[in-house]
């Protein structure tokens, strides 16, 4: 029962290069988010995908792009990475309605220098 | 602009006391309203969610009740332990448009609870 898988688990990058995040959900949820998380910031939504198909910008797009690429993968790309994009990302995937709890990744911790 | 506050960064409190935590809200409409446990270097994990409809949910030793009026959630852990240490986090659930929900979360609160 793997639930949402976030790969890699850690990353240091150097300013400018380019990486993709990955995740994966075994649930058959339609929902899926993209969140990072800061000292002091707590879970801000980068993007979000209600259903296959349809991405939608969060609080905190910029510098993000994102791909539904099928009902159980959403992948997040940083085309030139910066220091201010050092954080902890969480994958997260909810059933449709707004009822239905989120699960989460175990989180995939990027470092820019 | 929309805001989504828990009062305490940080919150000590002796074992079997009971812990309370605060949500409060503005310039939100949620339909739900979630809360979340999350242990140091892992993503959180849901705990309970009430609707705008009730204003009071249990589970075990936990207690949520939910105030539109006030804009405010109240998260008690009863008979406090510290295995109960760690950082809560409340989320709103609310309609984006086109049939979407976006899910928006507080900023947390740590909690210890002090043997």
């Known amino acids: 029962n793997a639930g949402v898988t976030q790969t890699p688990k850690f990353q240091v990058l150097k300013t400018g290069q380019s990486m993709t995040l990955q995740c994966a959900q075994d649930m058959n949820h339609n929902s899926m988010y993209w969140y990072r998380q800061d000292p002091g910031m707590g879970l801000r939504l980068i993007y979000y995908?209600?259903?296959?198909?349809?991405?939608d910008k969060g609080e905190v797009p910029n510098g993000y792009n994102v791909s539904r690429l099928n009902k159980r993968e959403f992948s997040l790309r940083l085309e030139s990475a910066a220091p201010s994009q050092t954080s902890v990302y969480f994958c997260a995937s909810s059933a449709t309605g707004e009822w239905n709890e989120a699960f989460f990744g175990q989180g995939t911790r990027l470092t820019v220098v | 602009s929309q805001k989504i506050e828990q009062n305490s960064e940080a919150l000590n409190i002796q074992e079997g006391k009971t812990a309370t935590l605060t949500c409060n809200y503005t310039?939100?409409?949620?339909?739900?309203l979630q809360w979340y446990r999350q242990d140091p270097g892992r993503g959180p994990v849901f705990l309970l969610l009430?609707?705008?409809?009730?204003k009071e949910k249990r589970k075990e030793r936990l207690k949520v009740t939910f105030d539109t009026t006030l804009k405010q959630s109240l998260f008690h852990i009863t008979a406090s332990q510290p295995a109960d240490s760690a950082t809560y986090l409340c989320?709103?659930?609310?309609?984006?448009?086109?049939?979407?929900?976006?899910?928006?979360f507080g900023k947390g609160t740590k909690l210890s609870v002090i043997p």
């Open positions: 995908s209600a259903s296959e198909g349809t991405t």
């Open positions: 009430i609707r705008e409809n009730e």
């Open positions: 989320a709103l659930v609310a309609y984006s448009g086109a049939g979407s929900y976006q899910l928006t």
């Open positions: 310039n939100y409409s949620p339909a739900y």
